[in-house]
């Protein structure tokens, strides 16, 4: 009698694609992957930026505040470079080219132009005849219109 009960359960349940049976599920509040994930290691770039963001301490003249590692290091290449120190002013010469401090912005051809700068148009008929909008063209040959004329 009991074979007749279980076997009526499972097919009252419908087992198939991404329904499993339900002895061969996972019980309730336990993990699929009781162990976890196996740690990997780290490679260089997530070790320069652990150390880069861990917090130091700094005695900046009168008060002492709380930096990054890495902006402790280019405020010392900034003092060193005050002094004179040669490899210290090409440290921050190369951080700032970079940075992109040496561009003209103001040269078309460094910060490119504008993508798209309409003029003033009395109507929005006059606006999308002007500017071409409304055209959908699917192939180099055929160019449909989106709007009814």
């Known amino acids: 009698m009991k ?5 009526q359960s499972a097919t009252s ?12 599920q996972f019980r309730k509040g336990r993990s699929g ?4 994930r196996r740690p990997s290691e780290e490679n260089m770039l997530s070790i320069f930026k652990r150390i880069a963001t861990k917090r130091v301490k700094v005695n900046d003249g009168s008060k002492i505040r709380t930096i ?3 902006e402790a290091v280019i405020l010392q290449n ?16 190369r951080l700032a080219d970079h940075a ?3 561009k003209d912005w103001n ?12 003029t003033r148009s009395s109507s929005t ?14 192939s180099s040959s055929r160019t449909y219109n989106s709007r009814e004329d």
């Open 33 to 36: 992957n009781p162990r976890g």
């Open 125 to 138: 008929e006059e606006f999308l005849a002007e500017n071409d909008a409304g055209r959908v063209q699917i």
């Open 13 to 24: 349940y419908g087992v198939g694609y991404r329904r499993p049976p339900k002895a061969s």
């Open 100 to 102: 992109g401090e040496f």
């Open 107 to 118: 040269d078309p051809k460094v910060g490119g132009m504008p993508i798209f700068m309409p």
């Open 3 to 7: 074979t007749q009960n279980n076997v």
């Open 78 to 93: 900034y003092k060193a470079a005050l002094q004179k120190d040669q490899i210290a002013m090409g440290n921050i010469l």
């Open 68 to 70: 990054s590692l890495a």
